[in-house]
């Protein structure tokens, strides 16, 4: 079902050979490396970028968004390239080379800190005198590995064949800040082409046709987005079932498959109060500025305090003295409005940002999670114990991501699809989503009837 080594290395030639030298002192690559999976990593973070700074402009020329995220990264603002999620495949290293592995996972400088490392090497029950392995994480935890990896006092093969890949599946510009006598610019590609899912020509009908159903349209790229609420933008979704296909088997289970894939979400008009315990579960962010973006008509989260209230009242609050009558959405609304007289009277926005209330909007809040850190997101916040607006996110994502995952299977949500702009050929899927709804938050969700209702009416 998958290509060998060597069909690989003949469609792969850039991308490393066997034996191939790589050091006047004899050392040699052994195996056959690729880059496995890389998403849409440019025209993500650049619409992270945007969303940060609210640049309007969005008709920039790939070389044009390539410069602008170049000089953002070299004036040290590597975080952004934590929306990349790239996965390197090493393939048939013989086991000469398993202590250069054991070296890079265990080297005191912490090298592979930020990157997941799954190999058979160890596998007792592997036949061959050879093994593979994949590493997978953003561009920033390689940036980890190449810049702290002792390239003066040791050579390592799995190191060389990471760093080749990492020319075939990234630009220099996302490298500004790297030495260039580490990563030479003149040997990355200036386009990343985004995956397609190539199938084996000898795959027999009836696995094309399995993949097909989990993996959609092969002739489709790996990502999707989804565009159509007032809470969210579903930016990226990893294509599970196409990297399942694409990585060698038995590396990776369910849980390793939600470890290595990821899906980029845009929060839109979340308060500050809720953004605050968003990024507690430090995925990679990128959050608009109050610094840099005016916030002279910033829109006001009310509290529902109509929840353990007996109705909506009038609150007297006492100002500059005077006590006044105010509902909760006035009254926001009159403490927001202090920013923009201070800005008026010469105030710069980084500092009039100081009189903002808590709840101000914040209009654009982009991350990336991982499919696992976004299930633990989904249990601590649709719990009934989250804060009610972090809690209404949450709850409307899962169901949304729960009706997308349908529309690959259940026909009562062919219409929602096209009520939504949903392609049904585009890959989706989320490993356990399913399974970890109906364990573990069913019994809190409120829509829960609703949802089993409309699924026992098609059987």
């Known amino acids: 079902m998958k290509k060998t080594p060597e069909e690989k290395a003949r469609l792969n030639a850039l991308y490393g050979a066997q034996g191939l030298p790589f050091s006047s002192t004899g050392g040699s690559l052994t195996g056959v490396s690729e880059p496995l999976y890389y998403n849409d990593s440019i025209h993500i973070i650049y619409d992270a970028c945007r969303s940060c700074y609210a640049i309007k402009d969005n008709n920039k020329s790939y070389d044009e968004i390539k410069t602008y995220i170049g000089k953002r990264v070299q004036a040290g603002h590597d975080s952004i390239v934590e929306h990349s999620n790239i996965i390197i495949a090493v393939h048939g290293t013989s086991n000469v080379y398993r202590s250069d592995l054991l070296r890079l996972m265990s080297n005191k400088r912490n090298l592979c800190k930020y990157i997941k490392v799954a190999s058979d ?12 392995t994949i590493f997978q994480g953003s561009i920033r935890g390689f940036k980890h590995l190449i810049i702290n990896f002792p390239w ?10 990471i760093r080749r890949q990492l020319y075939q599946c990234t630009v220099k ?25 190539d199938l084996d020509p000898d795959l027999d009908i009836e696995d094309e046709e399995q993949v097909k159903e989990q993996a959609g349209d092969i002739d489709k790229s790996f990502t999707m987005s989804y565009d159509k609420n007032d809470k969210f933008k579903i930016v990226n979704i990893d294509n599970a079932a196409a990297v399942r296909y694409l990585v060698p088997n038995g ?11 990821t899906i980029t979400v845009l929060f839109k008009n ?20 109050q610094r840099y973006v005016n916030y002279d008509n910033a829109g006001f989260t009310v509290p529902p305090v109509a929840k353990y209230l007996p109705k909506e009242d009038m609150f007297e609050i006492e100002l500059g003295g005077e006590k006044k009558k105010y509902t909760l959405e006035s009254l926001g609304k009159e403490i927001c409005n202090i920013y923009g007289q201070l800005r008026k009277q010469g105030i710069r926005k980084e500092d009039a940002r100081a009189y903002l209330p808590g709840n101000v909007q914040c209009h654009a809040i982009y ?36 009706r997308l995952q349908e529309c690959k299977t259940k026909p009562y949500t062919e219409e929602f699809a096209e009520e939504q702009g949903i ?3 585009s890959p989706f899927w989320i490993p356990g989503l399913k399974e970890f709804y109906n364990s573990v938050l069913v019994k809190y969700d409120d829509d829960a009837e609703v949802i089993a209702t409309s699924e026992n009416s098609v059987e």
Request: glycine fraction near 0%; aromatic fraction near 8%; include cysteine.
């Open 121 to 132: 090497a160890a596998d007792p029950n592997r036949e061959s005198d050879t093994f593979n």
């Open 270 to 289: 979340m308060s500050r109060t809720a953004t605050h315990q968003l990024v507690r579960h430090r995925n990679a962010i990128t959050q608009e500025s």
């Open 173 to 197: 510009e996302l490298w500004s800040n790297v030495s260039p006598d580490i990563m030479d610019p003149t040997q990355f590609i200036d386009n990343i082409a985004i995956n397609q899912l």
């Open 251 to 261: 590396l990776l289970d369910d849980e390793g498959l939600r470890e290595c894939c």
């Open 152 to 161: 003066n006092e040791e050579e390592n093969c799995f190191v060389e064949h």
């Open 423 to 425: 392609d049904l050929t």
């Open 367 to 402: 991350m990336t999670f991982t499919f696992s850190s976004l299930l633990k997101f989904f249990e601590l916040r649709c719990e009934p114990h989250a804060q009610a607006e972090i809690r209404e996110y949450a709850w409307e994502l899962l169901h949304t991501l729960l």
